[in-house]
C-alpha cells in the first residue's frame, strides 16, 4: 500500500510540480511583468538597422553589430522584435517563461541525479522543492525582471538542456546525445559565456555520482568542450576589454589583489543567497587598493572549506561537490577578468544567476539527504518550514520585482541603498531629463554624479545639454568643452559644442571644426551632418558638400523631417528643381504631418511655380495647427489683395 502511496504521490507531482512552479514564478514577477524598457535594454532589443534579414546576418558575423558578441541571443531578441515589437510586455512574459522553464528543467536534471539505478530511494520528489526555491528566490529578480538579462534565463535553459542531455550519453554512450548535448552548450554560450563552466561541472557531478572520474570514459568526451570554453571565454575578456571598454585604470588590479577579491566576492553572493535583504541594482564599489588586505580572511576560510571538504569526501561526496560548482559557476565573475559594470561595482545579483541554481541543489539536496531515515514527524515539520521559507521568499522577491517598473522607481530605489553610486544617479539623471517639466531634477542628478566622480564625461555632457534648454549657453559650453577635455573623441560633446558656437555668431569656423570632429569619431551621427550642411550652406561655394552632408544625415535618419525642408529649402530657390523641393517637403509631411516649417515651405515653392490656391491650402493649415502664426496670415491677406486686384 506504501508503495503505492508514493506511486501515486510520485504521478501527482510529475503534473503538479510544474503547474506550482509557473504559478510561484508569476506570483514572484506579476509587478515586473507591467514593467517598461529599462537603462541598456534599447541596445538589447534589436535595433531598427538589424531588423532585416540581412540585419540577422550581421548579428552573427558582425562583432560590433550589438552590444556585445551572444549571436545566439541577440538572434532570439530579433525573432521577440518580429512578434512583439518594443512592447514591453512580451520580453518579459517570455523571461519569466524561461526562468519558470529553467526551473522545471533543474527538477527533471535532479531527479535523473537522485535516483538510483533501482529506481528506488533518494529524495523522493523534492526536485521540485529545489525547483521552488530556485523559482522564488530574490537573488533571481534582476535576471527576470530586466530584460537585458534574458541571457541568464535564456542560456541557462540551454545549460540544464545540455546538461540533461549530456548525463543521458553518460549512461547510455549514445554519441547522438553527445552531438545533441554539443549543440545544446554552444546555444548556451552563445547566450552568454558564464555557462562555459558546465563541462567543469559535469565532470564534478559525475565524480559525485560515480565515486570516480575515468579520463577515457568521462573526461575524454569532455575535452572539446573545455577547449572551446577556453577559446570562447577568452574571446569574451579579449571582446570586453577592447570593445566594450573594460580596460583602464579603474581595472588595474594586481593578481593578489584579484585573488582577495575573490574570496570576499564568493562570500558575498553566498551571504545574498542565505539572507537575500538589502538586495540592490548597483552595489557599493569597494576600494580594492585599500581594503584588499582585509578580505585575508575571506580567502583563508574558502580555502578551508574547501580543503575540509575535500577531507569528509569519502564519508559525503555531496557537499564538496556542491560546493565545487557553486564556487566554480562563479568563477568568471570572481574578479579574475575584467567586466565593464566592475566600474562601478564589482557584484551583482545578475552575476550569481547560474551559481544560484547550483547552490539550490546543494542546499535542498542536503535537507533532503539529511531528512532520509528520520521520523516522520520531523521530515513533516522540516518540509513544513521550508514551505514556509518558501512563501517568505515569493514576498520578498514580488517586493523586488516591483522595483523595476520603471527606470526612476529603479534607480530612486538604488540610490536610497547606496547613495554613494554615481551610476545610479547617473541613470536616474537621464531618465529625468527625458520630462521637460523635471530639468531642475536632471541638472541636480547630475551635479550629484560630478561630485562623485568629477572626471565622467557623460555627466558634464547631460548638464550641458540640460544647461542649454535653459538658456545658460556659456555654462553649457564650459560643460562640453571639459566633457571633450576627458574624451576628446566625445562625438556628441563635439556635435553640442559646434552648435552652441554656430549660434554665437562669427564662430563659424570654430563650429565646424568640432563637428567635423564629431564625425571623424562617428560617421554615422545624423543631425551632425545635417548641423554642419547648415554652416557650409552659408558659403556659396561649399553648396555641394552642404547637399552632401544633407543627404548623409538622411542616409543615416530618413525620419529627420526638417532635414528634408532644409534639402526643399534649398531646392526650391534653385532655377527649375521647385518640383524637387515640393517632393522633399511632400516626404517631410508624411514624417511629422503637423510640420509648420514643411507647410510653410511648401507654400514658398507653390507661390514660385504661380499656383496660389496650392499656397493658400498650406498657409491656411499652418494657421489651422497654430493660430499664432503670423507670418502665415500676412501672406494669407496679401494673396486676397492680390486677388481683389
Known amino acids: 500500500m506504501r508503495m503505492r502511496d508514493r506511486a501515486w504521490a510520485h504521478q501527482i507531482f510529475t503534473w503538479a510540480g510544474p503547474l506550482l512552479v509557473f504559478g510561484l514564478v508569476l506570483a514572484c514577477y506579476w509587478p515586473a511583468l507591467h514593467g517598461s524598457i529599462l537603462w541598456d535594454d534599447p541596445a538589447h532589443i534589436t535595433k531598427p538597422e538589424l531588423r532585416s534579414w540581412s540585419g540577422l546576418l550581421r548579428i552573427w558575423t558582425d562583432m560590433r553589430a550589438t552590444q556585445q558578441y551572444y549571436p545566439v541571443l541577440f538572434s532570439a531578441f530579433w525573432f521577440e522584435h518580429r512578434l512583439w515589437g518594443d512592447y514591453a510586455l512580451g520580453y518579459h512574459l517570455l523571461n519569466v517563461a524561461l526562468h519558470a522553464t529553467s526551473c522545471c528543467l533543474l527538477a527533471v536534471v535532479l531527479r535523473s541525479l537522485w535516483r538510483r539505478p533501482d529506481g528506488a530511494g533518494g529524495p523522493r520528489n523534492f526536485e521540485w522543492v529545489a525547483a521552488a526555491v530556485f523559482a522564488v528566490h530574490p537573488v533571481c529578480v534582476e535576471s527576470v525582471a530586466w530584460i537585458s538579462e534574458q541571457k541568464n534565463t535564456l542560456s541557462l535553459v540551454f545549460y540544464l538542456l545540455s546538461a540533461l542531455v549530456y548525463l543521458d550519453f553518460s549512461q547510455t554512450r549514445r554519441w547522438g546525445s553527445y552531438v545533441f548535448a554539443s549543440v545544446l552548450f554552444l546555444l548556451a554560450v552563445g547566450s552568454k559565456t558564464v555557462t562555459v563552466t558546465l563541462p567543469a561541472a559535469l565532470l564534478v557531478v559525475l565524480w559525485w555520482k560515480q565515486g570516480r572520474i575515468g579520463w577515457r570514459r568521462d573526461v575524454g568526451p569532455l575535452l572539446p568542450w573545455f577547449v572551446a570554453a577556453l577559446a570562447l571565454g577568452l574571446f569574451t575578456s579579449w571582446f570586453e576589454r577592447n570593445w566594450i571598454g573594460a580596460d583602464g585604470p579603474e581595472f588595474a588590479l594586481t593578481f593578489v589583489q584579484r585573488l582577495l577579491l575573490a574570496g570576499r566576492v564568493l562570500w558575498f553572493y553566498l ?18 587598493a585599500n581594503e584588499a588586505w582585509q578580505w585575508i580572511g575571506y580567502l583563508v576560510a574558502a580555502v578551508g572549506i574547501t580543503l575540509g571538504l575535500w577531507m569528509l569526501r569519502k564519508r559525503a561526496r555531496g557537499p564538496l561537490a556542491g560546493w565545487l560548482v557553486y564556487a566554480g559557476s562563479l568563477f568568471p565573475a570572481l574578479g579574475f577578468f575584467n567586466v565593464y559594470p566592475f566600474l562601478f561595482s564589482y557584484v551583482a545579483d545578475h552575476f550569481q544567476y547560474l551559481a544560484s541554481a547550483g547552490l539550490t541543489v546543494a542546499t535542498t539536496g542536503g535537507v533532503a539527504a539529511w531528512l532520509a531515515g528520520k521520523p516522520l514527524w520531523l521530515q513533516k515539520t522540516t518540509v513544513g518550514l521550508v514551505w514556509g521559507g518558501i512563501a517568505t521568499l515569493v514576498v520578498l522577491a514580488n517586493r523586488q520585482s516591483a522595483l523595476y517598473r520603471d527606470n526612476e522607481v529603479l534607480f530612486r530605489a538604488t540610490v536610497a541603498c547606496n547613495p554613494s553610486s554615481w551610476m545610479a544617479h547617473m541613470n536616474l539623471a537621464v531618465t529625468l531629463a527625458r520630462s521637460p517639466e523635471r530639468r531642475e531634477e536632471a541638472i541636480a542628478a547630475y551635479r550629484e554624479v560630478l561630485r562623485l566622480k568629477p572626471d565622467h564625461p557623460d555627466a558634464h555632457h547631460g548638464l550641458g545639454l540640460e544647461l542649454a534648454r535653459l538658456g545658460d549657453k556659456a555654462q553649457a559650453m564650459a560643460e562640453y568643452e571639459r566633457a571633450i577635455e576627458l574624451r576628446p573623441t566625445y562625438a556628441e560633446a563635439h556635435h553640442r559644442l559646434g ?6 555668431g562669427g564662430r563659424d569656423q570654430d563650429a565646424i571644426a568640432h563637428l567635423e570632429a564629431a564625425l571623424r569619431v562617428k560617421p554615422g551621427l545624423a543631425e551632425a551632418h545635417a548641423n554642419l550642411a547648415d554652416l ?6 561649399r553648396l555641394p558638400e552642404a547637399m552632401a552632408h544633407y543627404e548623409e544625415a538622411l542616409h ?26 515640393i517632393s522633399r517637403y511632400e516626404t517631410a509631411l508624411r514624417i511629422e504631418p503637423n510640420s509648420i516649417d514643411a507647410h510653410n515651405g511648401l507654400a514658398i515653392a507653390y507661390i514660385m511655380m504661380g499656383r496660389a490656391d496650392a499656397a493658400r491650402r498650406e498657409w491656411e493649415t499652418v494657421v489651422r495647427i497654430d493660430p499664432s502664426q503670423e507670418s502665415a496670415r500676412r501672406n494669407l491677406r496679401r494673396l486676397d489683395e492680390v486677388e481683389a486686384r
Not at 542565505?274 to 580594492?288: A, E, H, K, M
Not at 552648435?499 to 554665437?504: P, Y
Open 536 to 541: 557650409l550652406l552659408k558659403t556659396p561655394d
Open 271 to 288: 551571504g545574498k543567497f542565505v539572507w537575500p535583504t538589502g538586495l540592490c541594482f548597483y552595489y557599493p564599489r569597494w576600494d580594492v
Open 499 to 504: 552648435v552652441e558656437l554656430a549660434r554665437l
Open 556 to 581: 543615416f535618419d530618413p525620419t529627420l523631417a526638417w532635414v528634408h525642408c532644409r534639402i526643399g529649402f534649398v531646392l526650391s530657390h534653385l532655377p527649375g528643381r521647385q518640383h524637387e523641393a
